[in-house]
């Protein structure tokens, strides 16, 4: 063997790993490609629709069109609550993050007069990759309206749209029944999100507008636009019609709720009217009171807050708030003595200038007494002497039971159960709770006569009302119209035809010959009803009532007038209001039947000379 290479002889040196080179870059490669494969797979199947979706967004915008809100109509198909079209201001939710805001945000601020970082909060609320138009101003007038389209050039993508907004030509006059729409709070709107509500919707925060909403409120509607990639409109690609919210017919009578606002004037009281017969309510009023059309404002004024937040509270309503009740209760007290079978409806009993029982005088109003009375006797003059007899004599426990069977201390079944008291109907577990004393003769005493802790809302008293009225059953109030019989809104408490019979003679007797003289009118039918004057604490005066009905004989409305610490007594200064509303009601349903009669011309010649007698 030689020792030398050939000359020119060629040898590969290298031994390591060349078996597995190509293995290694074959399975690599294939590994690459499964990758990629899978990859591509993963996106278009699991999550092609995502990003279809996503991809559409940037192409395809909603222009969102609001729903009209359904009216709202009286009894006789009046226009209660409608619509106007103001116009109104919108942006794409990524306006703000754009270089152009920052020429778009401080113009925008200057124009509409509404702080840049307001506008800012209200479009990152609702995120940059939102497909709505955000409401950004609403209510324009027409400067404002000028002055955008003066900067139009300078304001890319901002855009003006009419709206829908609530409007109540009544104004003040029906403020505490229909309530009020305002936009969404930050937490209204987490909990209504899932219902379909969206940033700047508007939603019903008191009254009917409130009990109704789902039924006013309608379905979005809008139309699905194409943009560039600049965000520009190309072209409609869809259309979807907002459907309007369903119309309402109240049981409301908007005569009777006019002559009630106007009988109440500036008195801080309450009306309330019903059919005896159903619970319709026909009227209810309270002051003072608000205008509801403050709240379609985009921003409300100093002057407006200081119109809702007055000393007053007039957002509260008193037709719905608890008050002492005074000797109108004198209704259930005559009802449980007659139940109880301690009385029949020939009882008489003595009265007196005051009466002493436990070491404590109760007195009488007029500090003399009536002499002897029976029941209805007692009601016309509002004893109070003979209604501590009978309240003594059938106990706390009987008063109290027919006090929640009249329907005091609990709801009434009106649409509004947050913004309606139960009053209070006192007891022995409530006083041992709250005052931390037993319950005594004095207390049922009280009772007996409306006082004490006892409290009623107006809207309750017209149901006590009621009672008698229809011969025996309590009603629910309601105020949407429908055409279901009577009996589905009432209830029988089951009385005696005996004590229905007492006490609509007495409740007549008041007006015909007691504290209720001042309806023994022409005007109207003959009426029935009862006074009340309550005590309102130490230095405050009095709270003032008066409930009726009419016909007597068949009754077709109760009216209760309720005055806050008005000073007086019941029958002069509700009686009055209680008579308005029974005229606008008696005058309007029967044209010429009831009239004011005509002054005597002679007598009319002698009040002129001078020689008349006066009120």
Known sequence: MSLFPSIGSKKDTRTVGRGFQSIFLIVFTLLMTTGIEARLAYLQIVEGPKLRERAEANRIRMIAKQPERGNIFDRNGKLLASTRYPSSVYLWPMAHTKPSWSVVGPRLAQILNIPQDEMEKKLEQAGANSSSLIRIARDLNEAEITALKEYKNELPEVEINTDSVRYYPHGKQLAHVLGYTRELTADQ???????????????????VERAYEKVLRGEWGGQQVEVDGAGRPIRVVGEKQAKAGNDL?????????????????????????????????????????????????????QKDWESLQGKDHPLVNRALSAFPPASTFKIVTTTAGLESGEFSPGSILQTFGSLTVGGVTFGEWNHAGFGPLGFPRALAMSSDT????????????????????????????????????????????????????????????????????????????AIMFSVPANGGYRVQPHLLKDNEEAKSWRESLNMKPETIKVLRDGLRKVVSEGTGKRLDVPTIAPASGKSGTAE????????????????????????????????EHGGTVCGPMVLQVLEAYFQHKYPGKYKKPQPDPSEAKTQNSGHGTGD
């Open 189 to 207: 709107l987490k909990d209504k999100k899932q219902e379909g509500y969206r940033l700047g919707d508007v939603i019903g925060q008191m009254g």
């Open 249 to 301: 017919h109240l049981t409301i009578d908007l005569d009777v709720q006019q002559a009630a606002e106007k009988a109440l004037g500036n008195q801080r009281g309450a009306i309330a009217a019903l059919d005896p017969n159903n619970g319709a309510v026909l009227a209810l009023v309270s002051y003072p009171t608000f205008d509801p059309n403050i709240f379609s404002k985009q921003k409300l004024s």
């Open 386 to 461: 003979f209604f501590y007899q009978v309240g003594r004599k059938v106990g706390g426990p009987t008063l109290i039971q027919w006090s929640r069977k009249y329907g005091f201390g609990q709801r009434t079944g009106i649409e509004f159960p947050n913004e309606e008291s139960i009053g209070l109907v006192p007891d022995e577990i409530w006083k041992q709770k709250v005052l931390k004393t037993p319950w005594t003769v004095g207390d049922t005493i009280n009772m007996s006569i409306g006082q004490g802790a006892l409290q009623v809302t107006p809207l309750q008293s």
């Open 536 to 567: 309102a604490g130490v230095g405050r005066p009095n709270h003032t009532w008066f409930g009726a009905y009419a016909p007597s004989n068949k009754p077709e409305i109760v009216v209760v007038a309720f005055g806050e610490n008005s000073g």
